[in-house]
């Protein structure tokens, strides 16, 4: 019996937070600051970690899985050791654990401008705005790349406006998330959600298709 309960509390719990990431892209559209404003306080960047998976196995199961399975090439060479022919293939297994590790380092890079800036800050607080911030943009990227890869135009340049475009985005969200989540000033919230945006440029680029 003990161990039905565990599982059954196990579960809900899984529900909960599954609901209160899915409930953050409406919101996040209407009011971000609103959204930042009511993360956690203390404990685990858990909403963060739950936001970041989601917005990588969805990009996998939108994106990746299905040129997989048409047999697509990249459309520009990587300098992986992957031939062309098996890219997306691999990509589907490490786009995860490749952007958990991306959203830990976003964070330790915010967390370090802020606190030469002079604020205090924790890092699991800076972590849950870091991650809130790269999902809500998704689901309009998700549109633009599925129509892109429908039509056959999944390449450059159009992949880098709207990729740049969402980049900007986020990085506002993620001025506006250490302003609203920590009560950092708009300066040093500025200035950190700018270096926690530019992090992910080169990882996204050199491992990313």
Known sequence: MGGKAVQRTGRRALASRLSSVLSLWGAGFRSPGTVFAALPRRGEPAIGAAAVLTRFVVTDLLETVPQAML???????????????????????YLPAFGMAQWVLMGCVAQGVLRLSGERSELARVLDAIGVGMLIPMPALWASDTLMLATDTYRLPGLAVTHSLVQLWEAGLFTVGLHAALGVPWRPAVMAGAAAGAVYVPGGARFIR
């Open 71 to 93: 047999g697509r090439r990249p459309f520009t060479p990587t300098t992986l050791p992957i031939t062309p022919d098996r890219h997306y293939r691999v990509q589907a297994l």
